[in-house]
């Protein structure tokens, strides 16, 4: 019994192994289909490098209109959002004390003048000393001083637009008491504008006067507005270690509007032959950002197929949706354009580009 007991359990051992060396046998013919991804092919294009950064518009001329002499409103000339000229009457503040003051001013002139032709003719007939002559002319030098004081007191309550732009919300109402300094309206001219932004004291020997720039701002579109920086901060600031630089932009139709941030890109010159692949393209890792080559190899049974190899690339500026690879890759080469993150060094592959992902130098999202 006990060797009819060695026995079984010998046989259902050898059977046991027979069907352990059959699976592994099988094994390969099991195995998992190779991963698929999108494929793209370096090619050297022209590239435009950018600086990036985030600015604030303001306006070339930009007033709170203001009274410097207390009064009450009499007139309002203007409506709120109206676009002004130079020397357009905005309001006039009563000047019924001022109008008599300068009445009152105007007849002593007259009488003045007119001593003075008195004395002129006397002095001509030698009739009167030349002191009288004298007196008389600074008096009439006197009066006539008190009548253009007179005026100009009147024309400081009388305000008008000191220059071309558009007006903010009416601040004041006809009737009101307004002293001295009691904001009236905002003034804005819009056309050009300033950009200002700032860059990082590395960038220096980049930031030269002239150099154009293009500007997006939310909520206008998805417009691009182009300008040249001219004018540079002549320090840089101390706590950040940034220089201020400005920017005039055309606003023809007034779609800017002081106060607005943008995103500025300063244009630097444009350069040939720069590889540049979307950035889905790019393994990003701690130990070094590395891109999949593809290139023919064979599966375990011989068969024919692709597959990629690990290359660790440098990387350069970005431009929407694409990298500039500086070293690591070369015109030609074909590259895994998505799905990078299943793959490792040598594993086969199959390419499907049937949807490839977004690769555009300028992407316009529909959400924006």
């Keep these: 019994m006990l060797v009819l007991f060695e026995l079984i359990v010998a046989g259902l051992g050898f059977r046991k192994f027979q069907q352990i060396q059959t699976a592994m046998a099988e094994g390969p013919k099991h195995a998992p289909p190779p ?16 600086l990036h950064a985030v600015g604030s518009l303001k306006a070339v001329n930009g007033v709170d209109v203001t009274t410097d002499l207390a009064g009450i409103v009499s007139e309002i000339a203007f409506e709120s959002g109206a676009t002004v000229k130079k020397g357009d009457l905005l309001l006039r503040l009563d000047t019924k004390q001022e109008q008599a003051q300068l009445q009152s001013a105007e007849a002593k002139q007259e009488l003045s003048a007119l001593n003075l032709s008195r004395q002129r003719d006397l002095l001509a007939k030698k009739a009167t000393p030349q002191s009288e002559f004298d007196a008389a002319a600074a008096q009439a030098r006197q009066d006539e001083a008190s009548v253009e004081e ?6 400081r309550k009388t305000i008008v637009a000191p220059f071309d732009g558009v007006l903010g919300i009416r601040q004041v109402n006809v009737g009101q008491y307004l002293n001295g300094g009691n904001p009236i309206v905002t003034l804005q001219s819009r056309d050009p504008i300033y950009a200002d932004f700032s860059l ?9 006067l002239g150099k154009k720039v293009r500007l997006k701002a939310a909520g206008v579109d998805s417009r691009e ?11 840089v600031d101390e ?5 201020l630089v400005e920017a005039t932009v055309p606003n023809k139709d007034n779609a800017l509007r002081g106060g607005m941030f943008v995103d500025v ?7 040939s032959g ?14 070094g950002d590395s891109v999949f080559i593809v290139t023919d190899g064979k599966l375990p049974d011989g068969t024919p197929t692709k597959q990629v190899v690990q290359q660790f690339v440098k990387l350069g500026p970005t431009r929407g949706d694409q990298v500039s690879v500086l070293s690591g890759v070369k ?3 074909e590259l895994v354009s998505s799905g990078v993150f299943k793959l490792r060094g040598n594993s086969p592959v199959i390419i499907n580009n049937t949807v490839l992902p977004e690769n555009e130098a300028n992407p316009k999202p529909p959400e924006t």
């Design 35 to 50: 991963p698929a991804v999108t494929t793209i092919v370096a090619r050297a294009q022209k590239w435009q490098p950018v």
């Design 150 to 155: 007179a005026k100009a007191l009147i024309a």
């Design 200 to 208: 990082p004291q590395q960038e220096l020997g980049q930031i030269a």
């Design 225 to 235: 507005f182009e300008g040249e920086v001219t004018s540079i901060n002549s320090k």
């Design 239 to 243: 706590t950040t270690r940034n220089l």
């Design 265 to 271: 890109q300063l244009l630097q010159p444009e350069q």
């Design 274 to 287: 720069v590889i540049a692949i979307p950035s889905s393209a790019i393994n990003y890792a701690p130990y």
């Design 331 to 333: 015109d030609g080469d």
